[in-house]
């Protein structure tokens, strides 16, 4: 059975820290792997990986995926109480956009 | 707002009643998903339709019944919910492109008393 594991499910920081953010994943059919940032409304879309080793960056925030060890990390640098949100991870497993997601890590980032 | 819209956005249904959730999106995508979100729980996929057709169902109970009348618009026809249907509904919809990235709508919040 495909499974998407996050951890950690919550954490608390204070503004300006950097947050570091684990997502494992065994599944049968690989196609990528994808972070999604929801607040209260819908969730938005913030990377997707494909490959290994290669780093996507978007201002503060970065991920980067391990097909070998299965797994991708996001961090996100200098954190602001805007960054409060729950981030979740997918991966897609075929290329019809059917997506395994995990349970999402809950950050609060306090001021 | 991210080009999906879904209605309402919070409903509460008796175990005996029927309602509907919709969602639309203008982006001209072709693939469109229902997706349930419990607390502290990962995300299921519900049903995918692709040019109005149904190519998935993830073993849902019949008590929800999808409808895809065209590719811009998919509904969620609900009847005799049970308590522990309650959760946010999310639609999502795709591009053929061939990219697996989805835009979510901000979902229904459905409370089953």
């Known amino acids: 059975e495909d499974k998407v594991v996050q951890s950690p499910l919550s954490l608390v920081v204070h503004e300006g820290d950097t947050v570091t953010l684990n997502c494992s994943y065994e599944v049968t059919n690989f196609r990528s792997l994808l972070w999604y940032k929801q607040e209260k409304k819908a969730p938005t879309f913030l990377f997707m990986l494909t490959s290994s080793g290669i780093e996507k960056k978007s201002g503060r925030l970065s991920s980067i995926l391990d097909k070998k060890e299965l797994f991708s990390i996001l961090n996100i640098t200098a954190t602001q109480t805007g960054d409060s949100a729950i981030y979740l991870c997918?991966?897609?497993?075929?290329?019809?956009?059917?997506?395994?997601f995990g349970a999402g890590t809950q950050v609060v980032v306090t001021p | 707002e991210t080009g999906v819209t879904q209605t309402p956005r919070h409903l509460v249904m008796g175990m005996t009643n029927k309602k509907s959730l919709k969602c639309e999106q203008h982006?001209?995508?072709?693939?469109m998903y229902w997706y349930k979100q419990s607390a502290k729980k990962p995300l299921e996929l519900m049903f995918v339709?692709?040019?109005?057709?149904?190519?998935e169902n993830n073993s849902v109970p019949s008590r929800f019944s999808p409808e895809c009348p065209n590719s811009s618009h998919l509904f969620l026809h609900l009847h005799t919910l049970q308590p522990e249907d309650s959760a946010l509904y999310l639609c999502a919809s795709r591009s053929d492109s061939g990219a697996n990235v989805l835009t979510f709508g901000a979902g229904s919040r459905l409370t089953v008393l």
């Open positions: 997918a991966v897609a497993t075929d290329s019809w956009g059917k997506l395994q």
């Open positions: 982006l001209g995508h072709n693939a």
């Open positions: 339709y692709n040019f109005k057709e149904q190519t």
